[in-house]
């Protein structure tokens, strides 16, 4: 059996793998370079990746990044969220309490021509009213999370329940001063707009519910 196409198979095959150099002596190997290498079509193979011997649809990861503990909770709970709450609501109080500094800053001198001590008026009221309003909400935020974090140890549950709860609670709490009519107006506010949060978090689910009852 004549085995010299074979072992002349061979030894192109090693003189690709190897470079294409001179292999052994009397050996008259083509030399290939990488351009006409990369132009060799590919027929009936799926694109891989230049670098990688693998299918780049296979590095494609469809779970989660990150391994959660047993038992804990794909989401924060209100401790962790308590400390994002309280600062939003100091910002934004800042914030509404200096564009309402900066309106009655003008409307308190307008009468008064540009000038410094105008300037420095309409900053201190622009200063007051942003702390006035920063510690006011920062104020009913603490109370909220901090009912918020009771209620849930209390219960053991998470829900919108305690949402209600703590925002009447915490209405009821601020406006303790001004009597059993101003606290109750207070829970009755903190009721109302906790409630009105709760519909908004929940309004695709009611309305799945809703269009299955009209089925």
């Given at each position: 059996?004549?085995?010299?196409?074979?072992?002349?198979?061979?030894?192109?095959g090693?003189g690709?793998?190897?470079?294409?150099?001179?292999?052994?002596?009397?050996?008259?190997?083509?030399?290939?370079?990488?351009?006409?290498?990369?132009?060799?079509?590919?027929?009936?193979?799926?694109?891989?990746?230049p670098?990688?011997?693998?299918?780049?649809?296979?590095?494609?990861?469809?779970?989660?990044?990150?391994?959660?503990?047993?038992?804990a909770?794909?989401?924060?709970?209100?401790?962790?969220?308590?400390?994002?709450?309280?600062g939003?609501?100091?910002?934004?109080?800042?914030?509404?309490?200096?564009?309402?500094?900066?309106?009655?800053g003008?409307?308190?001198t307008?009468?008064?021509?540009?000038?410094?001590?105008?300037n420095?008026?309409?900053?201190?009221?622009?200063?007051?009213?942003g702390?006035?309003?920063?510690?006011?909400?920062?104020?009913?935020?603490?109370?909220?999370?901090?009912?918020?974090?009771?209620?849930?140890?209390?219960?053991g549950?998470?829900?919108?329940?305690?949402?209600?709860?703590?925002?009447?609670?915490?209405?009821?709490?601020?406006?303790?001063?001004?009597?059993?009519?101003?606290?109750?107006?207070?829970?009755?506010?903190?009721?109302?707009?906790?409630?009105?949060?709760?519909?908004y978090?929940?309004?695709?689910h009611?309305?799945?519910?809703?269009v299955?009852?009209?089925?």
């Open positions: 059996m004549d085995n010299s196409g074979t072992g002349g198979g061979l030894r192109a090693f690709l793998f190897s470079g294409g150099g001179g292999g052994g002596a009397g050996s008259s190997l083509p030399d290939y370079s990488q351009p006409d290498l990369s132009r060799v079509p590919l027929t009936g193979m799926s694109p891989l990746s670098y990688l011997n693998l299918d780049p649809r296979y590095l494609i990861q469809d779970t989660e990044e990150f391994i959660l503990p047993t038992g909770n794909k989401t924060r709970g209100r401790f962790e969220l308590a400390f994002f709450t309280i939003g609501c100091c910002m934004t109080g800042a914030a509404i309490g200096a564009v309402n500094g900066l309106r009655l003008l409307k308190e307008r009468d008064m021509a540009w000038s410094k001590p105008r420095v008026q309409i900053l201190n009221m622009v200063t007051r009213q702390a006035l309003w920063a510690n006011t909400l920062g104020s009913l935020a603490l109370l909220y999370s901090t009912f918020g974090v009771v209620i849930e140890k209390v219960r549950a998470e829900d919108d329940l305690n949402t209600v709860a703590a925002g009447s609670l915490t209405g009821l709490l601020y406006k303790s001063t001004a009597g059993l009519r101003g606290a109750a107006r207070g829970g009755f506010a903190g009721f109302v707009l906790t409630g009105l949060y709760a519909v978090n929940n309004w695709d009611l309305k799945g519910v809703s299955w009852h009209s089925l």
